[in-house]
């Protein structure tokens, strides 16, 4: 019996994959995104609702950190959650915290640090550590994200380049904002961010990822929260998102899947 085509094959396996995992039942799920995610996991939304019948509702909020809307502190006052989708390293401590399911981890995607200025500036040539250093020290200000890049910027990255004293007084953490959105309004001259966190915004140039050097890759993970309401719908999501019918968007938005 001849074997279907590649792309027919992929077809077959999304199908049968969400066949399997869809309930009689159409589900809501509630779904925490962190940024690094956000952009692939809306991309796909719409096509998983469709193919199983199930809602999503879903809010966003960084991996770690002490600001309102972080995915932590969304879990400390008791919202509703079947999904967590954030840095592999900060579920980790969720499972460990008892707020989210231990063996429930599936990692979806690397993600790498990008810079980016504002619209029409001048390009700065970051591509090796000599034209990265220069930039840096160049630049009036520069803004970088409370979340999982911020927090190896602040604390490892400048120090390993030895420019601490010089960068962190010009440097500035931002909070509940995506940063490209600050660099858009032209409130910092350099931006730090997950590249699929800067991808998708307007008003700015990407220059690209930072000189592997220093480059940090952040896996990004989904996992079941402590208290699911829908356990089963929520697994069929997480699969959905590790499947190769996933891989494409996690490409075109800036991530890189994680090969199985």
Known sequence: MPMPKPGRRLLLLAAALLALAAPAAAAEIHVLTSGGL??????????????????LVTAQGASMGSAPDAIPQRLARDEPADVLLLAGGALDRLIAEGKAMPGSRTDIAESRIGMAVRAGAPHPDISTMEGFRRALLAAKSIAYSASASGVYIETEMYRRMGLADELMPKSRKIFSERVGSVVARGEAELGFQQISELLPIQGIDF?????????????????????????????ALIAFLASPTARETLRRTGLDPVQR
């Open 38 to 55: 956000t952009a692939a996991y809306r991309a796909l939304a719409p096509e998983f609702e469709k193919a199983t019948g199930h809602r």
């Open 207 to 235: 220059l690209g990822p930072i000189p592997p050097e220093v480059q940090q890759v952040t896996v990004f993970s989904a996992g079941l929260a402590a208290h699911a309401r829908e356990p089963e719908a929520a697994r």
